[in-house]
Structure formats: C-alpha cells, structure tokens
C-alpha cells in the first residue's frame, strides 16, 4: 500500500550520511550522529527518513558500494529499531536489497534503475515503493546533458520509458512513484519551468515526489554570501506550491518550516473544499 498522508503530502526528511553532499555533507559522519539527527527529522514531522550514503551531486566521484553500505546499513538498521519508517536514496541494488532486508519501505533511486542493471529487479523483488528520478548521464556527466527544447515534454517522455521499462521488468505500476528529477540535468531556468509544470508530472497518474530542498537555483534568490539553510524558507514555500499542484511527497532538510508551510496548505485546502460544500448547501437551500 502507498502511505498517504491523511491531508498533505508525505514528508521526506533528508539523511544525508555522507561526507560531501552539498549542503548538510559532513554534519552526519558517525552512526549516532546521523540516527540523533533522523531521530530529530521525525519528531519534527518528517513521515519517512530519507537515507542516503554517496552523494549524487553534480561532479561528485562514485562511491565503492562496500562504503556506502558501512555509512548506512547501521543507521537504517538502528532507525528500523527505533520504529522510523526509513526510503533507502541510493543507485546500488545490493544497497536497496540489503536496506529491504532491514525494513525500509522505499528504495529512492536518482537514475530511476539506469545505474545498476540490478535495481530494477530488486525493487520488482522486495515489493518496496520505488522512486523513479529523471536524471541524465551520471553525476560526472549530468551537468553538460542540459540541453531541452521543451523541458516538461522531454523529462515526462523520458520518465514514461523509465517507467515502461520498470514495469517490464515486473515493478507493479502502483508502486511506482515519479520525480522530475530537480536539479539533475538541469539549469535552473528548467528548475523552474518543471516546478511550475508539476502538474502536468502528476496527470501521469503515479503519486509524484519532489526533491528541490536547498538546491542551488533557490540561492539564486538570495546574496551569493547567503548559507545553503537561509534557502529553507524558499523550500517550504515549493512544498506548499508543491501541494498545490498535487504532488504526493516533498524531499526536505528542514522538515520544520516544510511541515507548516504544508498546514497553512492543508487548511486552506480543506477551507476551500469545506466552504465549496457550504456554498453549496446554501444555494440549495436558497433555490428551495
Ligand atoms: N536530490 C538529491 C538526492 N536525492 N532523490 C530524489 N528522489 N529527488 C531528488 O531531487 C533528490 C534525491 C540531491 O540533494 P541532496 O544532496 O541534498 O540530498
């Protein structure tokens, strides 16, 4: 079964157990520092922990699968015992099959199964949920694969062969959950265009993440001297837009600010459907 949030979309609080990622790389190097910091993401909200150990950011170097499985295999591990419902961010299958093993719920695949031949197997295999990402090329490669006519059109088709491909390899559809993919093979312009085209991801009919969360085309925003968590208010503001357009999960760092931008979503949501029924109700009663 998908979890769905009761009234808004499911967050992802971000575990970024690496020494390089981009904007909270570092901060997480031991196991008890990383499950404090997840420990802390679900107490403030977050509804899964998105765990990840090689760093997918453009120009990074690729990780041997033995390291990245010993940065966090015992924070999943550890994080399953404490009942915290874990998505594994990772490109390898022997991860994600040994994170199923360990409980996760959901393997969060940037290449959407390009990477590892395996990967699609194994999400067929665990009957996990799995998130397929669009991305071109590899994280060496994908910031020169930037080239789009008509961005929306060019990453849907491209995700719909991913998608194809996955059922092919027998991924149930249901489980099957899309990601524009902010961020990797593209500039900030697409960024923006895809954000604003979000729904049009979401008429595919598979529940839609989106991953946009301190990324470099909200700094953009800001003074260039700004520090990456001065774009958090920026994020939860995409999360509700994100809402909005009827996505399905929102990939954060800072669960706090996403977790109220997405009330201030749900209430005015459930204002308009509530006051669309009295509305209602009283031009019945006006007609009669
Ligand atoms: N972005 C990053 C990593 N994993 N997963 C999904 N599904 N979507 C994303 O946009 C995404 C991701 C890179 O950001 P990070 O280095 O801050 O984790």
Known sequence: MLPVGPSRPIIFGILNVTPDSFSDGGAHDSVAAAVEHAVQL???????????????????????????????????????????PVS?????????????????????????????????????????????????GSSATMNTRTRYVHPIAEVRR?????????ITAGV??????????????KTSEHNW??????????????????????????????????????????TAVISALSAEAGAWGVRVHDVVSTKAALEVWSAMNGARTNGARTTGARTTGARK
């Open 158 to 166: 491209e995700l719909e062969y991913r998608l194809a491909a996955l």
């Open 193 to 234: 265009a895809l954000l604003a085209g979000l729904h049009e991801f979401v008429a595919l009919g598979h529940p839609v993440l989106v991953g946009a969360s301190r990324k470099g085309f909200l700094g953009e925003l800001l003074p260039a001297e700004a520090a990456v968590t001065e774009r958090d208010p920026a």
């Open 42 to 84: 679900f107490a403030s909200g977050a509804d899964i922990v998105d765990v990840g150990g090689e760093s997918t950011r453009p120009g990074a170097v690729r990780l041997e699968v033995a390291e990245e499985q010993r940065r966090v295999l015992p924070v999943v591990r550890e994080l399953r015992a404490q009942g915290i």
């Open 172 to 185: 149930k559809p249901e489980r099957i959950i899309l990601d524009p993919g902010i961020g990797f093979s």
């Open 88 to 136: 594994i961010d990772t490109l390898n299958a022997s991860t994600a099959a040994a994170c199923a093993e360990l409980g996760a719920a959901i393997i969060n695949d940037v290449s959407a199964a390009t990477a590892d031949v395996d990967m699609a197997l194994v999400a067929a295999e665990s009957k996990l949920l799995f998130v397929a990402c669009h991305s071109r």
